[in-house]
């Protein structure tokens, strides 16, 4: 029982840091194409 709740949480950290590094992702290519307008 234990093992599995390890699991579990384990799984649920790595979905919230995969959550995370995709908004980041999205951030920044967003302020990249706004740094290209101004450039242009």
């Known amino acids: ?3 599995t709740k ?3 949480s ?3 950290i ?3 840091t995969f959550t995370l ?3 980041c ?3 920044f290519d967003t302020y ?3 740094i290209e ?3 242009d």
């Open 6 to 8: 390890y699991l579990l």
């Open 25 to 27: 992702a999205d951030l």
């Open 14 to 16: 790595l979905l919230l």
């Open 21 to 23: 590094i995709g908004n």
């Open 32 to 34: 990249d194409q706004r």
């Open 10 to 12: 384990l799984i649920l």
């Open 37 to 39: 307008l101004t450039i």
């Open 1 to 3: 029982m234990l093992k």
